[in-house]
């Protein structure tokens, strides 16, 4: 599974951005899809995931603000993210973890999210 974000970029306090994280393969329908970010000198933290069924689960800082979603039919995940603010800026990384068999977890590249006035 190869997988490719994009969607990054720079906006102001309270803008939007989309992200989006695109899968090859088709074994999509059966992966949870994470999105990951890390701001510089952090750690790497969950930010938003859905399940090959479409639960969702958010990290508290981000709800009501994010809202993550996946199109099978295209094999892309989406990360809307409304009400930016500075404390979102990091990199942001996707990932899929199939767990039909032993498990295994795949990473995107990062894509740069940068909330600046």
């Known amino acids: 599974v190869q997988l490719q974000a994009s969607g990054g970029g720079a906006v102001e306090p309270g803008g939007s951005l989309r992200l989006s994280c695109a899968a090859s393969?088709?074994?999509?329908?059966?992966?949870?899809i994470g999105w990951y970010r890390q701001a510089p000198e952090k750690q790497r933290e969950l930010v938003a995931s859905?399940?090959?069924?479409?639960?969702?689960n958010y990290q508290d800082s981000v709800k009501g603000r994010f809202t993550i979603s996946r199109d099978n039919s295209k094999n892309t995940v989406y990360l809307q993210m409304n009400r930016l603010n500075s404390e979102d800026t990091a990199v942001y990384y996707c990932?899929?973890?199939?767990?039909?068999?032993?498990?295994?977890?795949?990473w995107g590249q990062g894509t740069q999210v940068t909330v600046s006035s």
């Open positions: 990932s899929a973890d199939l767990s039909t068999g032993p498990f295994r977890r795949y």
């Open positions: 393969g088709s074994i999509f329908r059966l992966l949870d």
């Open positions: 859905i399940t090959k069924g479409g639960s969702t």
